[in-house]
């Protein structure tokens, strides 16, 4: 009797701790669910915010933090900006989204571009030394990358400087190589 009574113990442990883990696994993907909605809703807080900081100082004298709010665009969705001629060296722009932006002669030099979608971004005549290329997203659709300054590139993709280069980007030894005229209208092509 005590062994029967052991047993039906021993089975109901088992049922429990089976019973929880069918729990916790049938929870996992509310869990997950729950994790992406709470990290779009933090980027989009972190958007209105810097948004608030630019827009609050209008008008005002010095920076008023404009530059800080404006330097971390990381996530941010940039699709179809007009983003021509703007100055984000150095801008913490991972895993933002530049589907379709404008950004012909933007100063991205030393900016973090790492997992960035850049499908059909323009990035002619763009400065983009020293600039994180890591794990860029749709790199082969990118719409045009000539005249764009490639110099020490951290960590591009495999074969990303061989194809920018093959597309009229510049950088390294391509660079010296340019006969003067052709640097010429380059220099003439980022006046524009």
């Given at each position: ?111 973090l571009l790492q ?45 990303f400087r061989e ?30």
């Amino acid at each position: 009797m005590i062994e029967f009574f052991y047993n039906v113990v021993k089975l109901s442990q088992v049922v429990v701790v089976i019973f929880g883990a069918c729990q916790f696994w049938a929870s996992r993907r509310e869990r997950l669910a729950a994790d992406k909605v709470r990290e779009a809703q933090e980027r989009l807080d972190s958007n209105y915010q810097a948004w608030l900081v630019v827009n609050s100082a209008q008008g005002k004298g010095g920076s008023g933090g404009r530059i800080d709010a404006l330097a971390n665009l990381a996530n941010a969705s940039l699709k179809d900006a007009y983003l021509q001629g703007a100055i984000l060296s150095g801008a913490n722009m991972k895993s933002a989204n530049l589907e379709g932006a404008n950004s012909t002669a933007a100063q991205l030099d030393g900016a973090l571009l790492q997992g960035a979608f850049v499908v059909g971004t323009r990035l002619s005549a763009a400065n983009l030394i020293r600039a994180d290329l890591a794990e860029l997203v749709g790199l082969e659709e990118i719409a045009s990358v000539n005249y764009a300054k490639l110099d020490e590139v951290l960590r591009a993709p495999r074969g990303f400087r061989e194809w920018a280069l093959s597309q009229g980007a510049e950088g390294g030894e391509a660079a010296a190589i340019k006969s003067g005229s052709e640097r010429g209208f380059s220099e003439q092509f980022r006046a524009m």
